[in-house]
Nanobody, 123 residues
Framework: QVQLVESGGGLVQAGGSLRLSCAAS????????MAWFRQAPGKEREFVAA????????AYADSVKGRFTISRDNAKNTMYLQMNSLKPEDTAVYYC????????????????WGQGTQVTVSS
């Protein structure tokens, strides 16, 4: 079973940047597509970005396209989310997730989850 641990969250002013990391407990490159989701208080969990097994294919929610970049380093079993030009509406708990085979934008399709990291963007 894959264990995922997020880090890098924090408090930042609008327009600032943060880099989230998701470290996996085992080799993920050969079997797992990965993604970032987020959940704000009182709202449903929403898709942010996803990346294929090799890292050659990525997908983004429209709300973050052009501002966020997802990447992975399979040698380190780690996935990243570089977040630039942050807005107050980006405030949420950010979760990393993994599933075998292809990426998906639906959170219920993911089998493994991290504990989440809080991102707060002040105006």
């Amino acid at each position: 079973q894959v264990q995922l641990v997020e880090s890098g969250g924090g408090l930042v002013q609008a327009g600032g940047s943060l880099r989230l990391s998701c470290a996996a407990s085992e080799r993920t490159s050969s079997s797992y597509a990965m993604a970032w989701f987020r959940q704000a208080p009182g709202k449903e969990r929403e898709f942010v970005a996803a990346i294929s097994l090799s890292g050659s294919s990525t997908a983004y929610a429209d709300s973050v396209k052009g501002r966020f970049t997802i990447s992975r380093d399979n040698a380190k079993n780690t996935m990243y989310l570089q977040m630039n030009s942050l807005k107050p509406e980006d405030t949420a708990v950010y979760y990393c997730a993994a599933r075998r085979s292809q990426t998906s934008t639906w959170w219920r399709n993911y089998d493994y989850w991290g504990q989440g990291t809080q991102v707060t963007v002040s105006s």
